[in-house]
């Protein structure tokens, strides 16, 4: 057995640097025939495969696994939705537990002010509208005093380099709960609608929005939006386009939140059950290529497809075919269903929601919109929660 006897001196060394005792204990090393750790009894005994590959090696330690891991999360790339009402308290939300309507006052503000202090400084606000204010045009998304517009405003004075986004579509404020205007043989109107989205997306940046994020999925409404912001002085202002958003159930609890689900029709009207004639459907990939170049051509600046983990495989094609930054929605579905499995003791969700979020990154979003941004910050922090 080889041994290499080693021996620090300590009058090698000058006596103004102090060093620990440690240094002096004798140490002996075995440097060819290490101990193996023992198998279990019963352990075949086989001659090695002859393998000059063997992917495993890359994984076998933690420090290995990071050094060659390829994505990572980190809480700047976590934009968080906050739904807001016209009261003062936080409104629980059934279907997505942990998930209010806040209060735009306070319970907004505080909430984004824990985001913010888990390293969160983007959020997207979609207003609860009361059903007094809904109209069959929509005309309260652009009141210049709407609740998103003042819950805009209060975040920007409250925190003024606060990345807020709006949702510029019409269903929060359309009675018949569609995002578009709805004529009465069922057809949503196209670009009768754009002209109010143009007007939506104005207001929301009059009041300070940095980031209008069309999410009606009409034809048209990125280029209509750009020009209707620059004409008003807003060229800082950007847009993330809902680019790729399929008509989706996912959506359930989100339509819950804010009461905004397509309305039974009324008398003499007809009024879809669905958003099927405007949202993607979801046995299609190609047209979501198509719409992702539109939206190139039109001047979005950001790219969204939604929702999220059913459809990895159009993040990955967007990714790989524009410079654009890609976000993902982790949906209110998605909320739901990790929230319900972990309450009943099912799955880890700490766990599980970081694999989740982690598998949008390696699809290929930059930014993944998520109702578990807070939670998931405090969890990279290291926190329990
Ligand atoms: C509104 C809008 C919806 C969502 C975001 N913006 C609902 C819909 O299209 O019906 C869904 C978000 C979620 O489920 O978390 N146009």
């Known amino acids: 057995m080889a041994t290499r006897p080693s021996k620090l001196s300590s009058t090698s060394r000058p006596s103004s640097i102090h060093i620990s005792a440690v240094a002096e ?15 279990p ?23 290995v696994r990071r050094a060659f891991s390829e994505s990572f999360l980190s809480p700047s790339h976590f934009i968080l939705p906050v739904f807001v009402h016209d009261g003062d308290k936080n409104i629980p939300i059934d279907s997505m537990p942990g998930v209010y309507r806040l209060g735009w006052r306070n319970g907004l503000i505080e909430s984004v002010a824990e985001a913010r202090s888990y390293g ?21 998304a652009f009141n210049p005093d709407g609740l998103a517009q003042r819950s805009i405003a209060l975040l920007k004075d409250t925190f003024p380099d606060l990345e807020v986004y709006t949702d510029v579509a019409l269903d929060p404020y359309n009675c018949d709960g569609h995002d578009g205007i709805v004529r009465d043989d069922g057809m949503i109107l196209n670009d009768e609608t754009v002209e109010y989205l143009c007007k ?30 620059d004409s008003e ?11 790729a ?13 804010l009461a905004s689900a397509p309305n039974a029709a009324g008398a003499g009207r007809i009024i879809p059950p669905h958003k099927k004639t405007y949202q993607q459907d979801p046995a299609n990939y190609r047209e979501a290529l ?23 495989d159009v993040i990955r094609q967007l990714r790989d075919n524009s410079p654009l930054p890609i976000a993902a929605y982790h949906v209110s579905g998605e909320y739901a ?22 598998c949008m990154r390696r699809a290929g979003s930059d930014i993944i919109l998520t109702y578990y941004a807070t939670e998931a910050a405090k969890w990279l922090a290291g926190e329990r929660v």
């Open 337 to 358: 269903m990790l929230k319900a499995a972990a309450q009943r003791g099912w799955l880890d969700e700490r766990e599980c929601v970081l694999e989740a979020l982690m």
């Open 120 to 140: 969160v400084n983007q959020v997207v606000i979609f207003p609860k509208t009361p059903d007094h204010l809904k109209t069959q045009t929509g005309e309260e």
């Open 233 to 243: 002085g807003y060229t800082n202002v950007s847009i993330m386009a809902y680019t």
């Open 41 to 63: 009894e019963g352990t075949p005994v086989v001659t090695p495969q002859d393998l000059n590959r063997r992917p495993r090696r890359n994984r076998r330690s933690e420090t």
């Open 25 to 39: 204990v004798e140490r002996t090393v075995n440097t060819t025939n290490r101990p193996k750790p023992a198998v």
């Open 290 to 312: 198509l719409e992702a170049r539109l939206d190139e051509q039109e001047g979005a600046d950001i790219m969204m497809v939604k929702p999220g983990l059913p459809y990895l």
């Open 200 to 229: 939506q997306a104005v207001s929301q940046a009059r009041a300070g929005a940095d980031c209008v994020s069309p999410s009606d999925m009409m034809d048209g409404r990125v280029s209509a939006i750009r020009r209707a912001l």
């Open 245 to 257: 958003k399929y008509a989706s159930a996912f959506y359930g609890p989100f339509r819950d939140a």
